[in-house]
T-cell receptor, first 114, second 115 residues
Framework: NAGVTQTPKFQVLKTGQSMTLQCAQDMNHNSMYWYRQDPGMGLRLIYYSASEGTTDKGEVPNGYNVSRLNKREFSLRLESAAPSQTSVYFC?????????????FGPGTRLLVL | KQEVTQIPAALSVPEGENLVLNCSFTDSAIYNLQWFRQDPGKGLTSLLLIQSSQREQTSGRLNASLDKSSGRSTLYIAASQPGDSATYLCAVRLRVGFGNEKLTFGTGTRLTIIP
């Protein structure tokens, strides 16, 4: 049981390049999330998906698109990368278990946009 | 808009001491509150989750309390060890619909335990 996995671990892009961050979970969770973490800002929600086939904007969606390919996978795409998107990106998943909802996080992808 | 604050941003204490980390939030209409640990270069690991109806939760040397009315939570770590060195994040959860939840995170407290 690998939990939440993310690829790649590190990436350097030039301004204007595109890329897709991959996330997969093997816990049969319904909900999946993408966050970015910046110094002094905490984690901020970019997009989330409550179930397969649905996606919704979070706090900072501009410049990003997402795809919930199936129940396991939730990808984040940067169509035209900008230096402001330099950050650490975390994917998470969760399942409602009564009152014990909790999110499980992947190890993160470190992105540098030059 | 929910805001979550953690003070101090960094804390250093000698090994063996008991310590308290603080978290405050502006909107008391939360579903639950969660404490996470983040090691350098790693993802987040859940430590404790407190439901809005609960006052505290305990796991080993960790005890988290919640006072919704005052918008505060504390994480108490007993008999600190060097392995406790990490960044501790609190997050409050709002329920926005069935199956949907939104976490608002604090910026964290970076804890260093001095051997």
């Amino acid at each position: 049981n690998a939990g939440v996995t993310q690829t790649p671990k590190f990436q350097v892009l030039k301004t204007g390049q595109s890329m897709t961050l991959q996330c997969a979970q093997d816990m049969n969770h319904n909900s999946m999330y993408w966050y970015r973490q910046d110094p002094g800002m905490g984690l901020r929600l970019i997009y989330y998906s409550a179930s397969e086939g649905t996606t919704d904007k979070g706090e900072v969606p501009n410049g990003y698109n997402v795809s919930r390919l199936n129940k396991r996978e939730f990808s984040l795409r940067l169509e035209s990368a900008a230096p402001s998107q330099t950050s650490v990106y975390f994917c998470a998943s969760s399942i409602s278990v009564g009152a014990l909802e909790t999110q499980y996080f992947g190890p993160g992808t470190r992105l540098l946009v030059l | 808009k929910q805001e979550v604050t953690q003070i101090p941003a960094a804390l250093s204490v000698p090994e063996g001491e008991n310590l308290v980390l603080n978290c405050s939030f502006t909107d008391s209409a939360i579903y639950n509150l969660q404490w996470f640990r983040q090691d350098p270069g790693k993802g987040l690991t859940s430590l404790l989750l407190i439901q809005s109806s609960q006052r505290e939760q305990t796991s080993g040397r960790l005890n988290a309390s919640l006072d919704k009315s005052s918008g505060r939570s504390t994480l108490y770590i007993a008999a600190s060890q060097p392995g406790d060195s990490a960044t501790y994040l609190c997050a409050v959860r709002l329920r926005v619909g069935f199956g949907n939840e939104k976490l608002t995170f604090g910026t964290g407290t970076r804890l260093t335990i001095i051997p």
